[in-house]
Nanobody, 116 residues
Framework: QVQLAESGGGLAQPGGSLRLSCGRSGSIVSFYVMGWYRQAPGKQRELVATVSPGGVTNYGDFVKGRFTISGDKGKNTVYLQMNSLKPEDTAVYYC??????????WGKGTLVTVSS
């Protein structure tokens, strides 16, 4: 099993920055990817960014260079640096861990609100 603990959400002004963290613990060591998804009210959950054990990253189309995913050496903790935030980035951000493609573990989510 895997436990995911997110932190770093909160309120930011348009154009501001936030950094999210997700700590991983449990018995599963190897994995396919780890990263972040988000869900805004009334919308489907969508990919924000993922990173593989080898450091290969994948971003949602809306990111457009504003966000950066990174992790410690063992990817036990991954970070999402979010810059140039927009009101449309307001959502609950969920940490995601995939030990294999298609098998998902989710964190409880952390709310990001972008508003002046």
């Amino acid at each position: 099993q895997v436990q995911l603990a997110e932190s770093g959400g909160g309120l930011a002004q348009p154009g501001g920055s936030l950094r999210l963290s997700c700590g991983r613990s449990g018995s599963i060591v190897s994995f396919y990817v780890m990263g972040w998804y988000r869900q805004a009210p009334g919308k489907q959950r969508e990919l924000v960014a993922t990173v593989s054990p080898g450091g290969v990253t994948n971003y949602g189309d809306f990111v457009k260079g504003r966000f950066t995913i990174s992790g410690d050496k063992g990817k036990n903790t991954v970070y999402l640096q979010m810059n140039s935030l927009k009101p449309e980035d307001t959502a609950v951000y969920y940490c995601n861990f995939q030990p294999q493609l298609g098998i998902n573990y989710w964190g409880k989510g952390t709310l990001v609100t972008v508003s002046s």
